[in-house]
């Protein structure tokens, strides 16, 4: 019974202690996803894209999205990436082109390393691979290529398209 007191006491300093923390971290996570979502100078020419049906066997599709810097200084866009290996999405300024950058977890993405300057234009190209998941592939899709930039903010271009064999 006397060993019983202290490891009950110390269970329940351990839960308050995982509240806490817990709580703390969610809120600061909140902050963060907040402060991700605040405005930023990069503008696009549309923020997402619907291919509409397309068939697995007339192969890939894609998408050029525009974007530009609006804001009076420069812009590091540190990552470029995708939310399915489906899909690859390349960036080209002018004459400089790097890609195809895909999933995160499946395969090396190297870091997009660009700047953006005052009022510079860059395109983006998404291309999706309906064929991709097989068969079972069929159906709505829904996908995300996402920039991340220096300071933190976080831009989104979506595609999505009916898939049919």
Known sequence: MKKTIPISIGIIV???????????????????????????????????FDFGTISMAKGKVSRIFKIKNA?????????????CMCTTASYKKGEEKRGP??????????????????NEEAEVEVVFDPAAHGPAGVGMIERVVTFETESGKVVNLGIKANVTP
């Not at 202690?17 to 709580?23: C, E, I, P, S, Y």
């Not at 804001?71 to 939310?83: F, H, M, N, P, V």
């Not at 895909?102 to 300057?117: A, F, N, T, Y």
Request: charged residues 20%; proline residues 5%; hydrophobic residues 30%.
């Open 14 to 48: 351990l839960l308050g202690a995982l509240f806490f923390f817990g709580k703390q971290s969610s809120e600061q996570t909140k902050e963060n996803d907040t402060g991700a979502q605040e405005e930023t100078a990069i503008e696009t020419s549309e923020s997402s």
């Open 71 to 83: 804001g009076a200084e420069s812009i590091g866009l540190k990552k470029l990436y995708t939310s």
């Open 101 to 118: 950058f895909g999933m995160p977890g499946h395969g090396i993405v190297p870091p997009l390393g660009v700047e953006l300057g005052s």
